[in-house]
């Protein structure tokens, strides 16, 4: 009961409007670490106004007190209050983590309508050591340039980018505050009734099913490395295709796909029926991938089905950066692996839009005429695009960590309170991925 009655209504961050710039931020739901509130708080000791809005438990946990609210209605009267709020508060900025969950749409687009300045943040697309901070939304909806002669022009106007720090955790706080934030919303559902969460699996399910997958781990990855070794000793030419994850949403919403079997089926095909025959595929199960989806069982039945058994191989766990290293290149939905792929001069043929799909950089050509093209990608345009992607949607840090975090607060509260969120030299309007894309992205909407 006392901690029904503590949630009931509160707000966590509030300052004397004193200041004749004083800017209102709310913040909706952040990653699963303390980095919003912290963020929070930096802008409230720069003089601003700070709000929050909690949907479960575990948001509520991780950040309530003065100026938070609860929202726990049907979702459907989500739009209504928020436009309320932010008119009767008289937000100016809104902060969310993900574009894509059910309320950060809704919100989203709203904002929008009241010209609020947008940023939506994410794990970062240079991996280890940087989070991601957009204006407006991620993805599809970037507006981070896509032309090579634009970012060529913009890298040359730029300074040395800073290099992020080596940021280390142990595992087990980034265990603990996934598995303390899900399992605190399944047992007390009843306290936010109508809350729909954005992961598509019962989280005591998925995490039994990612113990054993912890527990066989070890053994994993002397198979994948064995795989690897034998395809790299006998100079196969491999192609390397990492899976993600079904309910990620640069799969679910991003992309034309409804599932990553629909993908691995469209790769094969076009494997089997436009590859050489001494050629081979290496699908790699994502790392966070528990197993539910039984991606490995759909690889080696399709592959069987389509004839071409001999010619896949399926590893869960191994060294990405050496699978990458000798193969002749690599396919994906939209992964940040292929990053490290372009690091390598691997060439990289996606399957949706991704920020990194660009003339020169990634092949441009359908799949079909990949797998026996002699594209590679142009070292000094990778060079160009990581230094503009540095100085405009990426900032050194991580979410777990003192050091990690203080670092990530007070780049991320800079370009927020600079205004700077995609500049200088990374946006364009409007988003430039979406018109050659816009078709089955409506369509997508209109069937969630």
């Given at each position: ?8 209504r ?15 931020f709310l ?6 670490s ?7 708080e930096?802008?409230?000791s720069?003089?601003?106004e ?5 949907f ?6 991780h ?16 739009p ?22 059910i ?16 940023a ?6 240079l991996r280890?050591?940087w989070?991601?901070?957009?204006i ?19 890298a ?19 265990a ?22 954005h ?27 064995r ?10 030419k ?16 991003y ?5 990553m ?16 025959a001494?050629?081979?595929l290496?699908?790699k199960?994502?790392?966070?991938d528990p ?9 080696l039945?399709?592959?069987k ?10 590893i869960d766990?191994?060294?990405?950066n050496?699978?990458f290293?000798f193969?002749?290149?690599s396919v994906?939905v ?18 949706a ?8 950089l ?30 405009t ?10 050091k ?5 607060v ?12 995609n ?5 364009i ?20």
């Amino acid at each position: 009961m006392v901690l029904m009655r503590i949630i009931r209504r509160e707000t966590c961050i509030s300052v004397p409007n004193n200041m004749t710039e004083t800017r209102r931020f709310l913040f909706l739901q952040g990653p699963l670490s303390s980095l919003y509130k912290k963020l929070g708080e930096k802008l409230q000791s720069e003089g601003h106004e700070v709000y929050r809005i909690n949907f479960n438990l575990g948001d509520w946990v991780h950040w309530h007190g003065r100026h938070c609210f609860n929202f726990k209605t049907s979702v459907s009267n989500w739009p209504a209050f928020f436009e309320k709020f932010i008119i009767s508060h008289g937000i100016t900025d809104l902060v969310l983590h993900s574009d894509r969950r059910i309320y950060h749409k809704a919100a989203i687009k709203i904002a929008k309508k009241h010209q609020l300045y947008i940023a939506v943040t994410e794990l970062g697309i240079l991996r280890p050591g940087w989070l991601t901070i957009e204006i407006n939304g991620l993805g599809l909806l970037s507006h981070f340039p896509n032309d090579p002669d634009y970012l060529l022009e913009q890298a040359q106007k730029l300074p040395a980018p800073i290099e992020s720090g080596k940021f280390s955790y142990p595992f087990s706080q980034m265990a603990f505050w996934d598995v303390s934030y899900n399992l605190l919303n399944y047992f007390f559902s009843w306290l936010y009734p109508h809350y729909q969460r954005h992961t598509p699996y019962n989280p005591v399910l998925e995490y039994s099913r990612a113990a054993f997958r912890l527990i066989a781990q070890k053994k994993s990855a002397k198979v994948a490395d064995r795989v690897l070794t034998g395809l790299i000793e006998i100079k196969a030419k491999y192609y390397v295709v990492p899976l993600q994850l079904n309910g990620d949403f640069q799969v679910r919403d991003y992309s034309p796909y409804h599932s990553m079997k629909e993908v691995i089926e469209h790769v094969f095909t076009s494997f089997a029926q436009h590859a050489s025959a001494d050629s081979r595929l290496l699908d790699k199960q994502h790392p966070l991938d528990p197993g539910l989806d039984k991606l490995k069982q759909v690889t080696l039945t399709l592959a069987k089905d389509i004839g071409i058994a001999e010619r896949v191989h399926y590893i869960d766990g191994g060294d990405l950066n050496r699978a990458f290293r000798f193969c002749h290149g690599s396919v994906m939905v939209n992964s940040s692996a292929a990053l490290e792929a372009l690091q390598q001069g691997v060439a990289v043929k996606t399957l949706a839009p991704a920020i990194y799909d660009i003339p020169e950089l990634t092949y441009q050509g359908p799949l079909d005429d990949f797998w026996e093209s002699e594209f590679l990608p142009d070292a000094n345009l990778y060079a160009a695009f990581e230094t503009v992607l540095k100085h405009t949607t990426q900032v050194p840090g991580a979410l777990y960590g003192e050091k990690a975090l203080k670092t990530a607060v007070m780049h991320m509260s800079r370009k927020i309170l600079d205004k700077q969120l995609n500049r200088p030299g990374g946006y364009i309007n409007p988003p430039p991925r979406l018109a050659a894309n816009k078709d089955w992205f409506e369509d997508s909407i209109k069937t969630e």
